[in-house]
């Protein structure tokens, strides 16, 4: 069964850059997976941040930003801030209408 | 502004039917350009796509879930539905309905979620 692997936690200081990443159990993520990411904050829709590996979704600030790291699917936040403590998702397209979402990653800002 | 609003019973008995319905205002749901899905997540746990479906009728589902699940649509209504059958306390969640950009495109737009709880 693929699975789709998300660091647990990861923790940047304010104004710091920080890079989750997005896996595969079994294979190398490129643009293929279309990639897309998303922020939860409890007690709010979820909110759409990039889209198909490096597209950002409309209103969403450049800090936010989108690519392939190595094998894997990247997130890159600049410039943190204190309202970027959140939940971050990622969903990867693995084809015939089948998509999957990763474990999730809680992002704390201290 | 496209909106999206998730609506149903927030009780549902264990080995019944789970039914939720989307309604989308603000645009058209038979747009060629878009599909439309079905997301849940339970009490501290992760996201879980459930699956989606096109104007048409086309549909494709988690093949965790494919053997419980139905999705439809009413295009009259702008309105599309979720049915997951023989419901355990696993399935209480936070169901969400979303647009997505295309098959394998990510979701854009999202309802606010609807906490749907399986108890007897």
């Known amino acids: 069964q693929t699975v789709v692997t998300q660091e647990p936690s990861f923790s940047v200081s304010p104004g710091g850059t920080v890079t989750l990443t997005c896996g595969l159990s079994s294979d190398s993520v490129s643009t293929s997976y279309y990639a897309s990411w998303y922020q939860l904050t409890p007690g709010q829709a979820p909110r759409t941040l990039i889209y198909s590996t490096n597209t950002r979704s409309s209103g969403v600030p450049d800090r936010f930003s989108g690519s392939i790291l190595g094998n894997k699917a990247a997130l890159t936040i600049t410039g943190a801030q204190a309202d970027d403590e959140s939940d971050y998702y990622c969903v990867l397209y693995m084809g015939s209408g089948i998509s999957i979402f990763g474990g999730g990653t809680k992002l704390t800002v201290l | 502004q496209l909106q999206l609003q998730e609506s149903g019973p927030g009780l549902v008995k264990p080995s019944e039917t789970l039914s939720l319905t989307c309604t989308v205002s603000g645009g058209s749901i038979s747009s060629s350009s878009y599909y439309w899905g079905w997301i849940r997540q339970p009490p501290g746990k992760g996201l879980e796509w459930i699956g989606n479906i096109y104007y048409s009728g086309s549909t494709y589902y988690n093949p965790s879930l494919k053997s419980r699940v139905t999705i439809s649509v009413d295009t009259s209504k702008n309105q599309f539905s979720l049915r997951l059958s023989s419901v355990t306390a696993a399935d209480t969640a936070v169901y969400y309905c979303?647009?997505?950009?295309?098959?394998?495109?990510?979701?854009?737009?999202w309802g606010q979620g609807t906490l749907v709880t399986v108890s007897s």
């Open positions: 979303a647009r997505r950009l295309g098959l394998p495109g990510g979701f854009d737009y």
